[in-house]
């Protein structure tokens, strides 16, 4: 069963850099899978921000693109999501979650972070 865990910090200010990291307990990010982050803002669905491929190739929302970078650190089995320019509308619940082609098999617990000066 893998387990992963979110950390960082719960409050960013604004146009600040959210910094968020992912640990990947009973399996290599390095062999398999897609590991994902996902969001979901107080009221509002589940938003897809982008995959990092067990191949280091990288996958973002069109959307958060130009704002989103994914990266891992294979030695700690973590990856990590880094969002700059932060808004409040960037206030939500971050997930990290390890993914199929089509689905997600594995969801973190969640942590909130919230986006206020």
């Known amino acids: 069963q893998v387990q992963l865990q979110e950390s960082g910090p719960g409050l960013v200010k604004p146009s600040q850099t959210l910094s968020l990291t992912c640990t990947v307990s009973?399996?290599?990010?390095?062999?398999?899978?897609?590991w994902s982050w996902v969001r979901q803002p107080p009221g509002k669905g589940l938003e897809w921000i982008g995959d990092?491929?067990?191949?280091?190739?990288?996958y973002y929302s069109p959307s958060l693109k130009s704002r989103t970078s994914i990266s891992r650190d294979t030695s700690k089995n973590q990856f990590t999501l880094q969002l700059s320019s932060v808004t409040p509308e960037d206030t939500a619940v971050y997930f990290c979650a390890r993914s199929g082609v089509t689905a997600v098999l594995d969801w973190g617990q969640g942590t909130q972070v919230t986006v206020s000066s």
């Open positions: 009973s399996g290599s990010i390095a062999i398999d899978y897609y």
């Open positions: 990092i491929a067990y191949s280091d190739s990288t």
